[in-house]
Nanobody, 123 residues
Framework: QVQLVESGGGLVQAGDSLRLSCAAS????????MGWFRQAPGKEREFVAT???????FHSDSVKDRSTISRDNAKNTVYLQMNSLKPEDTAVYYC?????????????????WGQGTQVTVSS
């Protein structure tokens, strides 16, 4: 079993930055992709960003100019740096892990999920 624990969320003002982290532990496997998803109140979970084991990345259109996903395989940790935050970025952010060499944008392809971290952006 793989455990994923997110951290770094909080209450910030519009225009601020946050760096989310997600640490994997337990029976981790290689290679695996990591992804970030988010869910706002009353909305479906949506894809934010993903990174392959080798470091290839893909970001959603809603964040690609403001966010960067990265990973440290030695630490089994993935990061999401978010800049110029907007109130519409308010959501619970989840990290997820998926077996495979590529990166993945679809939630059903992910095998493990964290509990989420709340990000609230005030205007």
């Amino acid at each position: 079993q793989v455990q994923l624990v997110e951290s770094g969320g909080g209450l910030v003002q519009a225009g601020d930055s946050l760096r989310l982290s997600c640490a994997a532990s337990g029976r981790t496997f290689v290679p695996y992709a990591m992804g970030w998803f988010r869910q706002a109140p009353g909305k479906e979970r949506e894809f934010v960003a993903t990174i392959s084991w080798s470091g290839n990345t893909f970001h959603s259109d809603s964040v690609k100019d403001r966010s960067t996903i990265s990973r440290d395989n030695a630490k089994n940790t993935v990061y999401l740096q978010m800049n110029s935050l907007k109130p519409e970025d308010t959501a619970v952010y989840y990290c997820a892990a998926a077996r495979g060499n590529n990166y993945y944008t679809r939630a059903p392809l992910y095998n493990y999920w964290g509990q989420g971290t709340q990000v609230t952006v005030s205007s």
